[in-house]
């Protein structure tokens, strides 16, 4: 029996969790950095991108002190 799978991509701005499903990592990956990427302020605050990551299943970003931006990559197989 062949096993099927997929990647979801949860994210969060602390008022609401949304998720979007990929066929590949690879899909769900350029979703989550692109997402980041265009959420990070042009000029961040020093300890705000201290603290904001990027990571290969998860980025948690800062936003000058005023927000907080959450994602994380999940493998579903079913």
């Known amino acids: 029996m062949k096993k ?11 008022y609401e969790i949304m998720s979007e499903q990929f066929k590949t990592y690879d ?3 350029k979703n989550m950095s692109g ?5 990070t302020p042009e000029e961040p ?3 705000c991108a201290e603290m904001s990551y ?3 299943y998860k980025a948690l970003l800062y936003c000058n002190g005023n927000d907080v ?4 990559i999940c493998k579903v197989t079913f």
């Open 4 to 14: 099927n799978e997929c990647y979801v991509v949860n994210f969060s701005d602390g």
């Open 27 to 29: 899909e769900a990956y």
């Open 35 to 39: 997402e980041y990427n265009d959420f």
């Open 45 to 47: 605050d020093g300890i």
């Open 54 to 56: 990027l990571d290969d």
């Open 69 to 72: 931006y959450c994602w994380n």
